[in-house]
């Protein structure tokens, strides 16, 4: 049988870790997808980037055949 003073340090130590995994998912989470969002954000900026630039150098591609074309 336990005395009571363990029973406590027990509960005591059961609501610490309850209170840490509370502040894992109360501030850590929401920390780390707002960092994977502006990642992703980011991400989509530079393939759109990327789209804009090879549809730009297929426009001049076109535009080069076509003279060529008529020439």
């Known amino acids: 049988m336990t005395t009571p003073s363990k029973d ?14 509370l502040q894992l998912f109360t501030v850590g989470l929401p920390a780390l997808c707002t960092q994977l969002l502006k990642v992703a954000a980011a991400a989509a900026t530079l393939l759109g980037a990327l789209a804009q630039a090879a549809l730009i150098v297929a426009g001049c591609a076109l535009l080069i055949l076509l003279i060529v074309a008529l020439a």
């Open 8 to 21: 406590i340090s027990a509960a005591r130590a059961i609501g610490r870790l309850g209170g840490k995994i």
